[in-house]
């Protein structure tokens, strides 16, 4: 039977932000598929989603709210009812900031859903409770401060232009895995002639795409920009003119430090020839148009900031901002698109609370005081599975006192150590307002089915737990579609112009993009500014990653059939990844004695997972690489990849630094 065609959007944490054609017949999602009316994402879809109907109906859903009944992490639950719920976890708080202080209480999300308002939706309750804040940092921060340490708030250039470059750079970025939408103006650019050049640590599937890749090693991709100018400056290379007019701090870079990045040093730390740096500086320097895609993962060191800002200086030196098709993109910066502050409602604190660093969770747990957490609220996020040294987190959830409440769609790793676990909506069951990062479309959608089993939104979770804590505030009596219309009525200057009949319609808009955005240099000096006075390092230099003590650097690098810990509910999907994997270099493995297929111990001082060995000569002697976040459930031991990342936090943007760590390795018995 035919179904009515219903839009919507893939609320995933990824760049694209799809639109959605849904099919719902009686109430239940049949099938999904890629709205071709998207001006960006064009009607494709990315494996993961071609069957979100298989989400948004699993039997593995949640369907009521349950109550812990046996031990910690265990999984042993009953249900109870919403009532009793609500009450249970009020009733806690209640007692806990009588005893200990509201910041005894940490939220903790991230995002599992895009969508602002429901994404949104537990700032203003615990802005109000006086909870602790969480410092929502754990994906790429690093990425933004080091382009705004050059370009300040400059609007990135829209991502279809791309397809007018002569020479495209993707700068650690598997598109293939986590911006595939971007590849359609890579196909455009490269039918007109340009060369696309992937760089990254070791073979990704979009070296398929690529003319040529270039594998450097991890963390040395600020170094390799600097050798490249330090090459463009030696063979005057350069745009004179644009340096002269819009560029701030060339000469002193070109006095101070780029003397030292010679090929030479440069090869040193990055393992590519002398001649592959020369290579590349000639050919982008020669370049008419060169546009760099900058990834995330690379800004994932220790080093990750000066990584992107070494990176984002490049465009500047050759003049690429004001030729069609050149410049450099690390996402786009759409907030101002919509009032925020409206549905974060930071003024509802009555006074600073203190800020915990999400990729600190495993600390805060255990060793946070005065006071010390006593409980904890997860929505929309799985931090057991996604947050660093996953043992200190484990270890802090399986605390006796701590009070742990998770709602969530299915029974996660967090979930499991729940008190208490609150059903969810998935995407298709509620309303929200969406704005990519990876290009410049916003879309608002209403919910398409109705609630799986008893399953509540955010926004009406967190409405009914502030009418138990007593809250008089009337925001919280509203409902989520409320608040959508108040924030639609702000006007910002980015909504100016859109297509409001096709915007209320559901369907995906472009924002306007300003005359002249892409040279309106919005930093301090009106120019880019490669120096930049107020970081703690004026100018672009190599800085070392944290690195370890253990023979291999670990790569955990993006699934193509996962996002994060997302989607591993999906049987379909796991059995597209077949296992859970540690890809090695055969000289390595072979020095090892160690055979393909068989199951390996990594480690570190920090905690061990078991892998599948997967021998390929797409990686490099010397780094290894495990792809995907994997329920501990499906792990070939007792944990996954996190157990072996670190808490450490990157040189900007207080980011984590999940791709900065060493292992080693054994054969398992
Ligand atoms: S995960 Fe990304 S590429 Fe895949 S459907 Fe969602 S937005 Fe599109």
Redesign the pocket.
């Given at each position: 039977m035919a179904g009515e065609i219903l839009r919507s959007v893939?609320p995933?944490d990824?760049p694209?932000?799809?639109g959605l054609m849904v099919e719902v017949v009686e109430g239940r999602t049949i099938r999904v598929s890629g709205d071709p009316e998207h001006p960006f994402?064009r009607g494709a879809?990315?494996p993961?989603?071609n069957h979100y109907e298989r989400t948004v109906h699993s039997p593995l859903r949640l369907t009521s709210p349950l109550r812990r009944i046996g031990p910690k992490g265990s999984g042993q639950f009953r249900p109870l009812s919403w009532e009793e719920a609500i009450r249970g976890i009020a009733d806690r708080w209640k007692e806990i900031i009588a005893k200990n202080g509201a910041e005894a209480i940490l939220p903790y999300s991230y995002a599992g859903t895009m969508g602002l308002v429901q994404r949104n939706s537990g700032h203003p309750f615990f802005y109000r409770l006086g909870a602790s804040r969480l410092d929502r940092t754990i994906c790429a921060p690093a990425k933004e401060a080091g382009w705004k340490a050059v370009m300040g708030n400059t609007m990135a250039p829209h991502p279809d232009e791309l397809a007018f470059s002569d020479l495209v750079v993707l700068w650690g970025i598997n598109a293939l895995a986590t911006n595939?939408?971007q590849l359609h103006a890579v196909r455009e650019a490269k039918k007109k002639g340009a060369q696309v050049w992937l760089v990254d640590t070791y073979e990704t599937p979009t070296a398929g795409i690529a003319d040529r890749t270039f594998v450097v090693r991890p963390a040395s991709d600020g170094a390799l920009a600097l050798g490249i100018m330090h090459i463009l400056a030696r063979e005057n290379l350069l745009d004179d003119k644009f340096l002269s007019a819009s560029v701030q701090g060339f000469d002193e870079l070109k006095s101070k430090i780029l003397p030292e990045m010679t090929p030479e040093k440069v090869s040193s730390f990055t393992g590519l020839p002398p001649e592959k740096i020369q290579f590349m500086a000639r050919a982008f320097g020669k370049a008419k148009a060169p546009f760099i895609r900058i990834g995330a993962g690379l800004s994932r060191y220790g080093n990750g900031g000066m990584n992107v800002r070494s990176i984002v200086c490049l465009p500047a030196l050759v003049g690429a901002w004001r030729k069609k098709g050149g410049g450099a993109f690390v996402g786009t910066s759409t907030a101002g698109a919509f009032a925020m502050a409206e549905i974060t409602r930071e003024d509802f604190m009555a006074g600073e609370t203190r800020i915990v660093n999400m990729n600190q969770l495993g600390h805060a747990l255990n060793h946070l005081d005065n006071p010390p957490l006593k409980s904890l609220y997860v929505y929309h996020s799985n931090p057991a599975s996604i947050t660093p040294d996953q043992n200190q987190v484990l270890k802090g959830l399986a605390r006796e006192d701590l009070f742990t409440v998770v709602h969530e769609r299915f029974m996660t790793d967090t979930a499991r150590y729940a008190d208490v676990v609150l059903p969810s909506t998935s995407s298709l069951e509620h309303s929200d307002i969406y704005r990519a990062y990876g290009n410049y479309c916003i879309q608002q959608v209403k919910a398409v089915v109705p609630p799986v089993g008893q399953s509540k939104s955010n926004w009406e979770v967190f409405s009914l737990l502030a009418q138990a804590m007593g809250f008089p505030e009337p925001f919280f009596s509203q409902r989520a579609e409320d608040l959508i219309r108040h924030v639609l009525s702000i006007p910002a200057p980015l909504r100016k112009g859109i297509d409001e009949e096709a915007f209320s319609a559901g369907k995906a808009v472009e924002l306007s993009l300003p005359e002249g955005y892409k040279t309106q240099y919005k930093t301090p000096s009106g120019k880019i500014e490669i120096l930049t006075p107020k970081e703690a390092h004026p100018l672009p230099r190599h800085l070392p990653p944290y690195g370890g003590q253990e023979p291999y650097l670990l790569m955990t690098a993006p699934s193509l059939y996962a996002?994060n810990s997302s989607f591993r509910e999906r049987e379909d999907l796991r059995q597209q990844d077949k296992s859970m994997s540690l890809q090695m270099n055969p000289g390595d493995a072979g020095e090892k004695g160690f055979q393909d297929g068989e199951r390996v111990t990594a480690f570190n001082d920090r905690g061990e997972a078991s892998f599948i060995l997967q021998v390929t000569p797409k990686v490099p002697a010397g780094v290894v690489v495990a792809a995907g976040v994997w329920w501990l459930e499906h792990c070939p031991g007792r944990r996954s990849v996190n157990a072996l990342t670190s808490q450490r936090l990157t040189d900007m943007g207080r980011g984590s630094t999940l791709y900065d760590n060493t292992v080693d390795v054994r054969r398992e018995p």
């Amino acid at each position: 039977m035919a179904g009515e065609i219903l839009r919507s959007v893939c609320p995933y944490d990824c760049p694209d932000t799809c639109g959605l054609m849904v099919e719902v017949v009686e109430g239940r999602t049949i099938r999904v598929s890629g709205d071709p009316e998207h001006p960006f994402t064009r009607g494709a879809l990315c494996p993961k989603m071609n069957h979100y109907e298989r989400t948004v109906h699993s039997p593995l859903r949640l369907t009521s709210p349950l109550r812990r009944i046996g031990p910690k992490g265990s999984g042993q639950f009953r249900p109870l009812s919403w009532e009793e719920a609500i009450r249970g976890i009020a009733d806690r708080w209640k007692e806990i900031i009588a005893k200990n202080g509201a910041e005894a209480i940490l939220p903790y999300s991230y995002a599992g859903t895009m969508g602002l308002v429901q994404r949104n939706s537990g700032h203003p309750f615990f802005y109000r409770l006086g909870a602790s804040r969480l410092d929502r940092t754990i994906c790429a921060p690093a990425k933004e401060a080091g382009w705004k340490a050059v370009m300040g708030n400059t609007m990135a250039p829209h991502p279809d232009e791309l397809a007018f470059s002569d020479l495209v750079v993707l700068w650690g970025i598997n598109a293939l895995a986590t911006n595939i939408h971007q590849l359609h103006a890579v196909r455009e650019a490269k039918k007109k002639g340009a060369q696309v050049w992937l760089v990254d640590t070791y073979e990704t599937p979009t070296a398929g795409i690529a003319d040529r890749t270039f594998v450097v090693r991890p963390a040395s991709d600020g170094a390799l920009a600097l050798g490249i100018m330090h090459i463009l400056a030696r063979e005057n290379l350069l745009d004179d003119k644009f340096l002269s007019a819009s560029v701030q701090g060339f000469d002193e870079l070109k006095s101070k430090i780029l003397p030292e990045m010679t090929p030479e040093k440069v090869s040193s730390f990055t393992g590519l020839p002398p001649e592959k740096i020369q290579f590349m500086a000639r050919a982008f320097g020669k370049a008419k148009a060169p546009f760099i895609r900058i990834g995330a993962g690379l800004s994932r060191y220790g080093n990750g900031g000066m990584n992107v800002r070494s990176i984002v200086c490049l465009p500047a030196l050759v003049g690429a901002w004001r030729k069609k098709g050149g410049g450099a993109f690390v996402g786009t910066s759409t907030a101002g698109a919509f009032a925020m502050a409206e549905i974060t409602r930071e003024d509802f604190m009555a006074g600073e609370t203190r800020i915990v660093n999400m990729n600190q969770l495993g600390h805060a747990l255990n060793h946070l005081d005065n006071p010390p957490l006593k409980s904890l609220y997860v929505y929309h996020s799985n931090p057991a599975s996604i947050t660093p040294d996953q043992n200190q987190v484990l270890k802090g959830l399986a605390r006796e006192d701590l009070f742990t409440v998770v709602h969530e769609r299915f029974m996660t790793d967090t979930a499991r150590y729940a008190d208490v676990v609150l059903p969810s909506t998935s995407s298709l069951e509620h309303s929200d307002i969406y704005r990519a990062y990876g290009n410049y479309c916003i879309q608002q959608v209403k919910a398409v089915v109705p609630p799986v089993g008893q399953s509540k939104s955010n926004w009406e979770v967190f409405s009914l737990l502030a009418q138990a804590m007593g809250f008089p505030e009337p925001f919280f009596s509203q409902r989520a579609e409320d608040l959508i219309r108040h924030v639609l009525s702000i006007p910002a200057p980015l909504r100016k112009g859109i297509d409001e009949e096709a915007f209320s319609a559901g369907k995906a808009v472009e924002l306007s993009l300003p005359e002249g955005y892409k040279t309106q240099y919005k930093t301090p000096s009106g120019k880019i500014e490669i120096l930049t006075p107020k970081e703690a390092h004026p100018l672009p230099r190599h800085l070392p990653p944290y690195g370890g003590q253990e023979p291999y650097l670990l790569m955990t690098a993006p699934s193509l059939y996962a996002l994060n810990s997302s989607f591993r509910e999906r049987e379909d999907l796991r059995q597209q990844d077949k296992s859970m994997s540690l890809q090695m270099n055969p000289g390595d493995a072979g020095e090892k004695g160690f055979q393909d297929g068989e199951r390996v111990t990594a480690f570190n001082d920090r905690g061990e997972a078991s892998f599948i060995l997967q021998v390929t000569p797409k990686v490099p002697a010397g780094v290894v690489v495990a792809a995907g976040v994997w329920w501990l459930e499906h792990c070939p031991g007792r944990r996954s990849v996190n157990a072996l990342t670190s808490q450490r936090l990157t040189d900007m943007g207080r980011g984590s630094t999940l791709y900065d760590n060493t292992v080693d390795v054994r054969r398992e018995p």
